[in-house]
């Protein structure tokens, strides 16, 4: 999305979190850190006569998305999101649906089981509940203290493809695997890999966002902001 606003000349500003350490350079001026509430980020989009919203943010980051939705109706700035379609099961598969990470944590086994929990570090605390497992994490920072008993890390950043994550879960013996339902191509390649593997997904279900307009195509958010 930035690369084809920089491209099409459109003036524009990349917002994130700021919760990785190194993020990717984009090809946009860039703003880093939250806005303090939904109050804030109105106040932030009148001050900087913003026009257009894409929410472009991960599906799984809901607050950021749903003040993103009052603000702009605060603002009176028009808001899209650029939305990657849910991930379905196909033969083969093995997916547990579950609602929340809560849900994950109670669909995992009693027995002791080698979990790739494929999440991302913020909730990883919950699975503290189940010390009884091994957690396979795979982050894109070094992540410091950990509130797992029983952790092997590995530092990277995607996109992973099949053969990559065969031999991941392979050489650690993963027994179960933990995911989001992001969406996308690049992190699919853990679900295709437990398909071959015949291991269970437990699929975290994405959280509910107020209504909005969503594309699914980057051409289409560029026609919708330049007409």
Not at 101 to 116: H, K, S, T
Not at 167 to 193: F, P, Q, Y
Request: hydrophobic share 50%; net charge negative.
């Amino acid at each position: 999305m930035a690369r084809a606003l920089a491209a099409a000349g459109v003036e524009a500003v990349f917002s994130y979190a700021g919760r990785t350490d190194q993020p990717v350079a984009q090809p946009l001026p860039m703003r880093v850190g939250g806005f303090g509430g939904v109050e804030g980020l109105a106040g932030w989009l009148r001050d900087e006569g913003i026009t257009h919203v894409v929410d472009a943010t991960h599906p799984f980051a809901a607050q950021m998305s749903r003040h993103a939705v009052l603000a702009c109706d605060q603002a009176d700035v028009a808001l899209s999101a650029l939305e990657r379609a849910p991930w379905q099961a196909g033969p083969g598969d093995d997916w547990r649906h579950v609602a929340d990470v809560a849900g994950a944590v109670d669909a995992l086994p009693e027995a002791p089981a080698r979990v790739f929990l494929a999440i991302g570090k913020l909730h990883l605390a919950a699975f503290a509940a189940r010390p009884q497992h091994h957690y396979l994490l795979r982050l894109v920072d070094p992540p410091g203290d950990l509130p797992l008993p029983d952790t092997a890390v590995v530092v990277a950043r995607g996109p992973f493809d099949l053969a990559g994550d065969l031999a991941l879960m392979r050489d650690h013996a993963i027994t179960h695997v933990v995911a989001k339902n992001a969406g996308g191509s690049g992190a699919r390649a853990k679900l295709e890999a437990a398909r071959e593997l015949g291991l269970p997904v437990i699929l975290i279900a994405r959280p509910d966002v107020a209504a909005r307009q969503v594309f699914a195509q980057v051409a289409d958010v560029l026609h919708w902001i330049t007409g």
